[in-house]
């Protein structure tokens, strides 16, 4: 099978020739048909995370990585004990493998198990044409859903959903505001509008995404660089938000999010772009506060995510399709800031 590598941290992606894998017991081979690049994979190829204040993150590259998390494919061989899926068939992969007995994988925390074999993390994922999955329950019907966007779902749509439902219940379209309206961001508007019936309000620094959000049903956007748009969120939700989805994640976007949240408002921050915040403790305790993170999400939400995404629920977003082979120049532009949306690599 043909694979593109990262063998260095921040250096051109290498293509690379393996022998085909071979499923065995309740393993599952799938062929590769799209695999949409994350944010992550921005940071899993440069080898950290930007902590703020020049301190960062490391992750070092242990070994040549096959990245590739959101991957979508056609079954193509299966091992001797899988019962219910069958070649052939076209599945969106969930690649958040725990070791699947530990007091996390138990309780449905398998996304958190330490003891991983995350698919495109640190076992070989989509940036390769054939991808072996360890069990059918990690495989998900997508319906009628456009083969480049598919693949999606398993981190971005997923991240998107469990973050949603972490800063729930939403009353009315301005108790949600959503930060980002570049991929993710819009996807989370889809997700939102199908899963909440409310049109949010979205937040981002450039005026052309922040026209597409709300040709897709924003109820209001807000251009975060404009000097008053503090008092501009404060006035819409009525006094201060009472949740805030981030899924930019940046030292800016997360410290005025917090400045606008009403009394006993919930905070999730989902993006990865970095810095760090101080707040003041006394203010935290006075103001009820609630910031949190949230890492992807569960296998249950996953199922709870297909079923709106395989029976129409929730509308598609325009992807991009590239060749695989242009996944370093991808990498590039998505570091750069120059991707509009999402890109989804294709193979031949």
Known sequence: ???????????????????????KGKEVLVKTIACGVCHSDVHIHDGYFDLGGGAKLPTPLLEPLTMGHEVFGEIVAIGEEVLKVKVGEKYVIYPWIGCGDCELCNNDKTHYCMNNSNIGINVSGGYADHVLVPGEQYLFDAGDTPDNLAGSYACRGLTAFSALRKAEPYPHDNSLIIVSAGGLGLLALKIARAAYGINPIVIDIDDEKLKVASDLGASLTINSLSEDAAKQIIEATGGGAKAIVDFVGAEASVNLGYQCLSKGGKQVVVGLFGGQMTIPLPLLTLTEKKLMGSYVGSLNEMRDLMKLVSTGKIESVEVESRDVSEATRTLDEMKSGKLQGLVSLTHK
């Open 1 to 23: 099978m043909k694979a593109y590598q990262v063998t260095e941290n921040g250096k051109p992606l290498k293509e690379k020739n393996f022998e085909t894998p071979s499923p």
